[in-house]
C-alpha cells in the first residue's frame, strides 16, 4: 500500500503516519505500533502523531479504515461483467490477494487480533471495526451489488442480497483466515484444490448448476488474472525508452 513522500504540511500529516503504520505492521507485525516507533518511521515527533491521533487505538482505528479504503480500490479494479458469480469469485481472490500482501493489516481490519492488548482498540463498540464503519462499507458495497445482480440473473434461489452476501464474505474470509494460518501448506495449488471447489459447491447449494458455476470460476480466474496483470503492468511513461 502506498507511500506518501515530501515533508509533511498540516492536511498530509495524518495519511503520513498511517502509511507508516502500515509499512510497519507488514515489516515487524503488530508488536511495532508504539508511539516513538510510529513516530521514528513517519519522520515525526511523537507529539506529532499524538495531537493528530491522541493515541494509538485512534491511530489504529485510522488504519483500518485506511485498509478498508485500499481494499474498496482494488474491487474498484475488478470490472462488472454479465456473470455475476464470476464477479463475485473475482472479487475472492482480489480479497485474498489484498490479504496475502499486508497479513497483519488484514488480521486488523477483521478483527481476529482486536482482543489482544498490543492492538488496545477503542472500547466504544459502534464505532470500532463493526460493519457500521463507512470505510468497511464502502468495501463491502461491492459484494452486495454483485449479490444483487445474482439474484435478478435467476441463477440461484432468492433470498435477500444482504444475507447471501454475509454467506459469502463468511466463506471467503474463513478460507483466507485458514490459509494466512497455514493450514493448507499440503497441498500444492490450494486456491484450485479447495477455494475454487468451495465456491462451486456452494454456487450448486445455492441453486445453480454444476456445470456452470464450474464454467463461471474459471471465468473469474481469467478476469482476476487480467486485472492483476494490469494492475501491475508498468505504465506508459514508465516503459517509455529513454531519448
Known sequence: MGDTSGDPTPDGVPERVVQATIRLLAEQGPSAIKARAVASASGLSTMVVYSHFGGIAELIRAVVDQGFKEL??????????????ADLFALALTCRRVARE???????????????????????????LSGRS??????????????????RSGRVRQQEPEVLAAQLWSFVHGYITLELAEH?????????????PMGVNLAVGLGDERERAEVSHEAAARLYDSVTRRSTAPSNEESRPTE
Open 72 to 85: 474498496d480500490r482494488a474491487f474498484s479494479q475488478v470490472p462488472v461483467t454479465e456473470d455475476p458469480i
Open 102 to 128: 499486508n497479513p497483519h493489516l488484514y488480521d486488523l481490519m477483521f478483527g481476529l487480533s482486536t482482543r489482544r492488548a498490543t492492538y488496545r482498540p477503542l472500547s466504544d463498540s459502534d464505532v470500532r
Open 134 to 151: 463507512p470505510a468497511f462499507r464502502g468495501a463491502y458495497v461491492h459484494i452486495t451489488e454483485a449479490c444483487e445482480r445474482l439474484m
Open 184 to 196: 493448507f501448506v499440503e497441498f500444492d495449488d490450494p486456491v484450485a484444490q479447495v477455494l475454487v
